[in-house]
């Protein structure tokens, strides 16, 4: 079940216990579905991947779904586990409908790709994983930046100079304000159990071998946040994975090299038949 919400292009589907926060991007096209999720703390919602989405229009209807804790879905914040996330988005694709659906997930958001799957075997058609946190989980993340986002999450101020750090060119003030903006309204609960409890309590390296479906990464050589030795520990074990490194760009490639990221991942799917 969906609904539209009343000031804005936002609808809702349900998902068990809750209804998570999406937008469509070329409805009625007839080209075949794309479920975009976020990088942590971000959303797929609103303006901010909106560069990307106008590229991968070209071969993809898009489904852009918040996941809780996030953008359209900020208010879901009781429960909030890794588990839960795999499981709505199962739920949202099943309930959207979307047969045959590829992903696309920037950061946090290839990790769930690959969860997902782990999970609920068949969700998606495709994986496609930009910049893609590591599957061994957030063990190397420095506990000064976990306790400054998990007690100052809020302020943008603070939030400024860190995320402005994932990023290899200025960025545009525009751009760099919706990732402010959506980086500011998670509740601080969600920051402390993703920092300090489920992301470095978990790893999937293990199960990646598991996982049959064609999976492309498409990676920054020049990544601060998630080490390319840890992308390629992460796409090597899937028996089925290919990866595109381009040199210059850094974790937000996405957002920076929109049209390199939709690029690939059309090509990729496309190879696919």
Known sequence: MTTQSDNSAIRYVDVPGAALGYEVIGEGSGKPPLVMIHGYSLRSTGPLYRDLYGHLQ???????????????????????????MADDIAAAVSNLGLSGAVHAGHSY??????????????????????????ASGGGATPDEVKATISTKGQDRE????????????????????HVLDAVVMMDLKVHKTYFWHEYPSINITDRLSEISLPVLGVTGGRDVIVSNDEQRATLRPLPNS????????????????????AREVIRFVQDLG
């Open 58 to 84: 070209q071969a993809f209807t898009i489904y852009a779904l918040d996941t809780r804790g996030h953008g359209a879905s900020a208010h879901l914040v009781e429960g909030w586990t890794f588990t839960q």
């Open 109 to 134: 958001g290839g990790f769930m790709g690959l969860l997902t799957e782990l999970h609920h075997p068949g969700t998606f058609r495709a994986l496609s994983l930009l910049a893609p946190a590591a």
């Open 158 to 177: 603070t939030m400024e100079p860190l995320f402005a750090g994932m990023y290899m060119r200025p960025p545009a003030a525009g751009q760099f304000g």
């Open 242 to 261: 290919k990866e595109v490194c381009f040199s210059t760009e850094g974790h937000m490639l996405p957002l920076e090299a929109p049209e390199l990221a």
